[in-house]
């Protein structure tokens, strides 16, 4: 099968595409016959050496997928074959085959691209909620709103009865308000700006930036009603709550409950340009410079 893969960590000219052999599912694992794959910030940063995870090269890239199940592992029920889901793969999403570490179904009303765009937007936004104790009513500061992790954010908000303060570029305000947000300008935290949008106080905040973390805690007073998921190394510094996973800590289970919603057209997905496997370089280096929406690469097409 054809795999991007990386022998080194540098710029996105360090993937190159091989022929590998196909994965074989471990315990607990399916494998997919990827049909598209969404690229994610965190693609690049282990690509880069920003993130320097890797085991050993050659390494794989790319952690959402939707396919096809073709194989199950040991503990998976062998009616899962030929089910069609999406999930996180671990590092290897970018390739004809992956193995999933967590899926779910894909809904037959959401196609390929968008259900690849649900997984690890989900999964990371309902972990950063489920760290805090918000409540039915709390009103919720999100840093970077605009981004897939905060429009999921939002998405879930809206059915735990959260009042949403999101931060965007003015290009992207009437995306936030679409989504039932309260749009303000990037870094206008200050008291006065939120009570100019009717805004009189903030429960929590959920940083997707890492980029202010100083002028959020001044904002707020108290760092501990602060989750952030991008600065790990000065977040927990700061005293704000760092939230991290990995293939076994993490709010899997939702991915099943994006795709739930998803079906019923309650979890809009932003895509963006898509792109196929041999355009995996220009796919990671379009979104470290910040491309809006969801980038897609497109694997695998249906017969017939």
């Known amino acids: ?62 952690r959402d997928a939707s396919g096809i199940v073709d194989a199950v592992g040991e503990g998976v029920d062998a009616s899962l074959i030929g ?31 968008e259900a690849a765009a649900i997984p690890l937007a989900a999964e990371t936004s309902m972990r950063v909620i489920r760290t805090t104790s918000v409540a039915p009513g709390d009103t919720v500061l999100v840093d970077a709103a605009s981004g897939s992790v905060g429009l999921a954010t939002l998405n879930f908000a809206r059915e735990l009865g959260l009042r949403v303060v999101g931060t965007c570029s003015p290009a992207n305000a009437d995306l936030l308000r679409s989504a039932g947000a309260i749009p303000i300008n990037f870094g206008e935290w200050s008291h ?67 795709g739930d919603l998803a079906g019923k057209g309650r979890f809009p997905v932003r895509l963006g340009k898509r792109y196929t496997l041999d355009q995996i370089s220009d796919a990671q280096r379009d979104c470290h410079a910040g491309a809006q929406g969801k980038l ?7 017969e017939g």
């Open 83 to 113: 089910r069609a889901v999406m999930g996180l793969a671990p590092d290897t999403a970018a390739a004809e085959y992956t193995v999933l570490h967590h899926w779910a179904d894909k809904p037959d009303t959401i196609s390929w691209d």
């Open 192 to 258: 006065a700006q939120l009570a100019a949008v009717g805004v009189d106080h903030i429960d929590h905040v959920f940083d997707y930036s890492g980029r202010s973390l100083p002028q959020l805690i001044e904002l707020m007073g108290d760092p501990s009603t602060i989750v952030g998921i991008v600065d790990h190394a000065n977040g927990p510094k700061l005293g704000i709550h760092d939230s991290g996973a990995s293939a076994t800590v993490g709010a899997f289970d939702a991915i099943g409950l994006a």
């Open 1 to 62: 099968m054809r795999a991007a893969r990386f022998n080194e960590y540098g710029d996105p000219e360090v993937l190159h595409i091989d022929d590998i052999p196909l994965p074989d599912p471990g315990p607990g694992q399916v494998r997919i016959r990827v049909m598209a794959h969404a690229v994610n910030p965190i693609d690049w940063k282990v690509r880069s050496g920003t993130s320097p995870v890797v085991q050993h090269f050659p390494a794989g890239t790319g």
């Open 296 to 302: 897609i690469v497109q694997i695998g097409e249906l």
